[in-house]
């Protein structure tokens, strides 16, 4: 397994918050994100699902870090994560896989989902560095993602976004262009 590929939890996660409507907001929606990766399941209680929304604060403030510019402020975050949560590698081979590297499942789901969230990021910024970090610019959107274009140039969480963005972009011209038109008559 590609340890960066547990990075998807991170969005996974820190995306149930939108500014609308808080998609974590019960059990059955929790046990619902946990079905992304089978080794996460497990007994979920309330206590289960606060520590989940404080894992999902804690991870949503590495990509604010990141974004204002804090790198410093965002690797200590993590740092502070990664040892809150130590990751334990092992060997596994499963459904016709060969052998490949998988974090260990002990431990309660939110500390195994915490652990796997947090070395999936660190390698992802190892690898591909801390400026991959990104936040929607679209005004009513705050999901985070990780740009992976080859120019660093992604701004918008989804296509859906920056076609909303475009297209109030776009009217926002026009209406000044035609403001502008009325003026000079």
Known sequence: MDLASYADLVIELVNTQDPAEDSLRDLDALRELLTIRPHLSGRVTRETL????????????????????????????????????????????????RWHLHLTESGSVPDRYAAGAAMGLAVKISDQGIDR?????????????????????????????????????????????????????
Do not use: W
């Open 50 to 97: 606060e520590a989940m929304r404080d894992l999902r604060t804690e991870l949503r403030a590495i990509f604010v870090a990141a974004a204002t510019g804090d790198e410093d402020g965002a690797i200590e975050r993590l740092n502070t994560l990664l040892i809150q949560h130590p990751v334990h590698p092992q060997i596994a081979n499963h459904d016709g896989q």
């Open 133 to 185: 970090l990104g936040i929607c610019r679209a005004e009513s959107c705050s999901n985070i993602y990780f740009d992976t274009t080859t120019n660093k140039s992604r701004r918008y969480c989804s296509d859906r976004c920056a076609s909303r963005a475009n297209v109030a972009a776009y009217r926002s011209r026009r209406r000044a262009s035609a403001d502008a038109d009325i003026d000079g008559q």
